[in-house]
T-cell receptor
Framework: RKEVEQDPGPFNVPEGATVAFNCTYS??????FFWYRQDCRKEPKLLMS???SGNEDGRFTAQLNRASQYISLLIRDSKLSDSATYLC????????????FGAGTRLAVHP | DTGVSQNPRHKITKRGQNVTFRCDPI?????LYWYRQTLGQGPEFLTY????????KSRLLSDRFSAERPKGSFSTLEIQRTEQGDSAMYLC????????????FGEGSRLTVL
């Protein structure tokens, strides 16, 4: 079993749709949590951190449930430019950024 | 451009040959990481440097793989006696001690082993 599991998708949604991605992690000692975005043939980039209290950045909302070891990302009012792969990421180390990535969920937003 | 720089961007080699990749991190970052990514998968952690010290190596890093960061600046990743299973994108990333969770990745070096 992989340490970080995600639904691979693809999610094909029309512009304006709301889409939710889910992720589970197996190591209860994981320290911190993130969503990264990776465009086709590009490097991953940090999208947002994820906190237990939930956090929002514009159209993006991330949530963490430590008890269930579950992370989510909600995208509202999808744009064509949101098309990408969304990587769920956990930081296993408290001392440095040893990031463990999920396989990613691919999103395709169409007109 | 002051981002993470990797070269070569593409390398095609025959099985059994040695290859070396170079990474130049963001200049003020003391932490450097190597990851490997194959099609349809997320990046997999290979190794981590803090300054010139290699502090962690993944079990994925067989004895054919060696990484160095001799002066705490640029890093090299060498693969000896390449195998077809080594074909992947090799990503380098850097971070400062304060950037919690944020790694700055280079565009990667794509290796194809024939």
């Amino acid at each position: 079993r992989k340490e970080v599991e995600q639904d691979p998708g693809p999610f094909n949604v029309p512009e304006g749709a709301t889409v939710a991605f889910n992720c589970t992690y197996s190591n209860s000692a994981s320290q911190s949590f993130f969503w990264y975005r990776q465009d086709c043939r590009k490097e991953p980039k940090l999208l947002m951190s994820v906190y237990s209290s939930g956090n929002e950045d514009g159209r993006f909302t991330a949530q963490l449930n430590r008890a269930s070891q579950y992370i989510s990302l909600l995208i509202r009012d999808s744009k064509l430019s949101d098309s990408a792969t969304y990587l769920c990421v956990v930081n296993r180390s408290g001392g440095y950024n040893k990031l463990i990535f999920g396989a990613g969920t691919r999103l395709a937003v169409h007109p | 451009d002051t981002g993470v720089s990797q070269n070569p961007r593409h390398k095609i080699t025959k099985r059994g040959q040695n290859v070396t990749f170079r990474c130049d991190p963001i200049s003020e970052h003391n932490r450097l990481y190597w990851y490997r990514q194959t099609l349809g998968q997320g990046p997999e952690f290979l190794t981590y440097f803090q300054n010139e010290a290699q502090l962690e190596k993944s079990r994925l890093l067989s004895d054919r793989f060696s990484a160095e960061r001799p002066k705490g600046s640029f890093s090299t990743l060498e693969i000896q006696r390449t195998e077809q299973g080594d074909s992947a994108m090799y990503l380098c990333a850097s971070s400062s001690g304060t950037s919690a969770g944020e790694l700055f990745f280079g565009e990667g070096s794509r290796l194809t082993v024939l």
